[in-house]
C-alpha cells in the first residue's frame, strides 16, 4: 500500500516555490498542497488544505518563518515543519527547533538532506 504526502511550500521567492514545486513533483506519492509567499498566506493555506509537512522559509513579508511555525503547530493535527532557508545561523537552528521546526536545513548546503528526509516521512 502506498502511502501519499501532501506538502506546503512556504517562501518569499515565486523561483524557489515553483523549482521546489517542480522537484517535489519527481517524488512518488508526493503531492504539493499548495505554495505560499506571506505569513498571512500560509497561515491561511496551511489551515484550509492540512498538509501532512510543510518547507518553511524563515525570511517572509509580514513576519517571520517563526511565527508561521507557533500557528501551524497548533492546528491539529500539525504537520512535518522542514525549515529550509538560506540564513541557517546556530541561533535561527536553534530557535527553529525550540518553536516546534522538526527539521532544520541550509538551502545551500543540505537541500539534499531535506528531500531524504520527505522520501523517507512517506514510507
Do not use: C
Request: glycine share 6%; no cysteine.
Amino acid at each position: 500500500m502506498d502511502i501519499s504526502m501532501t506538502v506546503l511550500i512556504v517562501d518569499d521567492s515565486p523561483q524557489v516555490r515553483h523549482s521546489l514545486a517542480r522537484l517535489l513533483g519527481t517524488l512518488r506519492d508526493v503531492t504539493v498542497a499548495g505554495e505560499a509567499g506571506s505569513v498571512w498566506e500560509a497561515i491561511e493555506m496551511a489551515a484550509r488544505t492540512k498538509p501532512d509537512a510543510v518547507i518553511l522559509d524563515i525570511r517572509l513579508p509580514g513576519g517571520d518563518g517563526f511565527e508561521v511555525l507557533r500557528a501551524i503547530k497548533k492546528q491539529p493535527p500539525a504537520p512535518v515543519v522542514l525549515m529550509l532557508t538560506n540564513y541557517a545561523s546556530e541561533p535561527n537552528r536553534q530557535k527553529s527547533l525550540q518553536e516546534g521546526a522538526d527539521y532544520f536545513f541550509d538551502k545551500s548546503t543540505e537541500f539534499e538532506n531535506m528531500l531524504e528526509i520527505l522520501k523517507a516521512a512517506r514510507r
